[in-house]
């Protein structure tokens, strides 16, 4: 057999496998298996503050939820709006067909590494807006959630926190603006907190690094029952389609999470 007619043979094959990969995808989105009736699918994206592991207000979260939804949980740590998309996990997101994404990003869009970093006025607004605009698109309704703090205390004033984050929050409060999308304040809400607790108190939610010591992003059991329950509360206050999807009355309570 001629070079020719091996280098044509070779270019039919990956052709078909491409083709191939496009209908498995397609097909893995066509047959996602839907909720029980009645049932509500909710699904989070995002970054580790948001994941259903130590850390993350995830489990907190979840802990409140009713029978008449569904969670699933995919954030995942390091990532960020762009890397999330990136790596394929958006497409992932897509193909188990929700009703409602909730996306949060943020914390790695500061990150200075190029396959992570975006600039909050130019390319992160360009990312959330993609996720807003391809969730529609799948026949779901998004909601975004602005950053969870950081506990960054001013250094001028040691009662406040001087959050890094605020670009971010801005630009994710400006496309909720922008395309009439509902949107959970959590950065100006874990602020409002952190701030009345006062870091000792604050310093109780934060999960420790593994020297011992504190670590200022992400949050312990109780911080994430404390922002799970504020997350929740928000929600139900702009999107109150969702208030059967949970049972405040049956979880912990968040007030005692911060005593």
Not at 105 to 114: I, R, T
Not at 204 to 222: C, F, P, Q, R, Y
Not at 236 to 252: G, N, Q, R, S, T
Request: net charge positive; charged share 25%.
């Amino acid at each position: 057999m001629s070079r020719t007619n091996i280098s044509l043979l070779t270019l039919i094959a990956c052709i078909l496998s491409i083709l191939a990969s496009t209908q498995t995808l397609a097909a893995s989105a066509k047959n996602a298996p839907p909720p029980a009736a009645g049932v509500v699918r909710v699904v989070i994206v995002g970054d580790t503050t948001a994941r259903d592991k130590l850390g993350g207000w995830g489990p907190g979260f979840k802990s409140f939820f009713s029978d008449k939804a569904e969670y699933i949980n995919l954030a995942v740590g390091g990532r960020s709006s762009k890397k999330f998309i990136d790596e394929n996990r958006w497409a992932k997101a897509l193909a188990i067909k929700a009703d409602y994404y909730l996306i949060q990003f943020g914390h790695n869009d500061e990150s200075a590494k190029d396959d992570t970093h975006t600039d909050p006025n130019t390319t992160y607004k360009q990312f959330i807006s993609r996720y807003v605009d391809e969730a529609r698109a799948n026949g779901a309704k998004p909601i975004l959630i602005t950053s969870l703090v950081r506990r960054q205390w001013d250094p001028n004033d040691p009662n406040k926190i001087k959050s890094s984050l605020v670009p971010y929050a801005e630009a994710a409060k400006a496309v909720a603006a922008e395309k009439k999308v509902p949107l959970v304040d959590l950065h100006a809400r874990s602020i409002e907190i952190y701030q009345q607790l006062g870091k000792e108190k604050a310093n109780e939610l934060a999960a420790l690094k593994d020297d011992g010591s504190i670590d200022n992003t992400h949050v312990n059991e109780k911080g994430s029952v404390l922002f799970g329950k504020v997350i929740a509360q928000e929600l139900i206050k702009v999107e109150p389609d969702l208030k059967p999807c949970f049972k405040f009355e049956e979880a912990p309570d968040a007030n005692s999470a911060s005593k």
